[in-house]
């Protein structure tokens, strides 16, 4: 081992190779606090060449490595094991934007970049990354791509496989694939890049991406509901559908529980709608050209769901100012949620038409096995997907709570939502965390067509030991 260290080292260079891992909790550790990992070294390569020679020299001597892009995760997929013998790549310093290609409307970077950052560098340009998240100062490129991260505008531009059109891959034997034509267009046998979106790094670690761009719609319109329940958002987004097409960018729910956690607990949150009975919906349009023509059609949409009761009232934003705040009341539901003593999280999709008897029944039966607990419903109602987060009661102690519970409660969430066709993990993938789930409740012939993928990749089972299978 030793001897490996002092290769990998002069492969990445002294100020790529963190040794000293008592600086290091935040890579090794993953940001829920659900695990604490131990790795034998940190290592942060800035080119595709040195990352494939230190993953090769990692395979060859045996030693499992582990990618990290920002540690966003939610499953625990960028932690190392306790064993403290493998090695933690963080692709931190593989963080340059490359090229941005306007005529065809795409960008490629390496896989460290943050989403923010990419964000920024194709805005610069007047076009659009539509991929977005609550964590995208910190989460990167490669972590989205293997996560395929979904976000808060899926509804109109996918999740982030409907993004990638190429992708650099550095194998575990240390060969790089690379798909980088970025071809609208390509039907030359198996898409391989599908393989690696997803795949959480247990196949390969991501190098470069290829994305698609939008132009930057020119005109946006955010507005604020209070509804009265989940059925409701469920009717008022057909309407919307129906009435203005595909310029719905967003339409994320959150439940009156949810909301009352942000106001409580995060400074400056208040509901711009003077109520604390409702539900809400944080609606999101953008197109091209008139504005005002866009506003009249959406108001008219807006008054036909007062008068038909499925709206209680409507606030349209009218700075960017008070758009950002609507925004924040959303993004600070998992703050928030921590703050009050943390969730048992997570994560269904459901086909939409069953999306509200699901979030029913999966009340009452939460309520009546698990008496008192809280519940913080929210999420991507436009994807069919809800955070059915569970909150330990009040006056209980949290973390003793949540330790002795989470399972039983998460199996429950879990195969309701199986029986109901639905999945148990939308877009946070499996890591560590789901891994027993998906092996309990996953279909048998799908897991072993993935265990023989992973075997012919990975034959030796040394990327991202331990994770997804
Ligand atoms: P990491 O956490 O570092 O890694 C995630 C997985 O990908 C691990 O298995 C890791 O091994 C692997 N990986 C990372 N980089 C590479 C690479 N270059 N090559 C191969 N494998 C790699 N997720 C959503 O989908 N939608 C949301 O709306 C959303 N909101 C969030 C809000 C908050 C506040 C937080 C904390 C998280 C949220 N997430 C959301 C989860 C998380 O941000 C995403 O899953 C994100 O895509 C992870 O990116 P990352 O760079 O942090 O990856
Ligand atoms: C979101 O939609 C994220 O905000 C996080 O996917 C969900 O914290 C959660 O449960
Ligand atoms: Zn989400």
Redesign the pocket.
Known sequence: MRETLKQLRSIVGNDGFITDLSTAETLLN???GLYVGHAAAIVQPRTTAELAKAVRLCVDAGIGV?????????????TPDESGTEVL???SR?ARVIEIDKDGFSMTAQ??V??AAAQQAAAKHQLLLPL?????A???????????????AVLRYG??RELVIGLE?VLPDGRVWSDMKGLRKDNTGYDLKQL?IG?????????TVQLRLYPMPNSRITAWLSISNLAAAVTILGLLRKELGDCITSFEYISREALAMVVRSIPGCRNPIDTTEDHHALVELSAFGDDAALNVEFEQVLMGGIEQGVIGDAVIAQTEEQRLAFWKLR?MI??AEKQLGGSVKH?VSIPISELCSYTEDASIAMKASFPNCGLSIYG?VGDGNLHFNVLPPEHEESDVYLRGNSVAISDLIHSMATGRNGSFS????I?KLKRDTLEKLGDPVGLELMRQIKATIDPRGLM?PG??L
């Open positions: 993953d940001q829920r582990v990618p990290q892009g920002g540690n966003t995760g939610y499953c625990g997929g960028a790549f963080n692709l593989m896989a460290g943050t989403l977005s998240m609550g964590s995208e910190s989460c990167q490129l490669g972590g989205n791509v293997s996560t395929n991260a979904g976000g808060l999740t982030t891959v690696f795949a959480e790094g247990s196949l390969g670690i991501i190098s993004e998992p703050s994560d991507h939308a877009e946070h993938g890591g991202n994770k997804v």
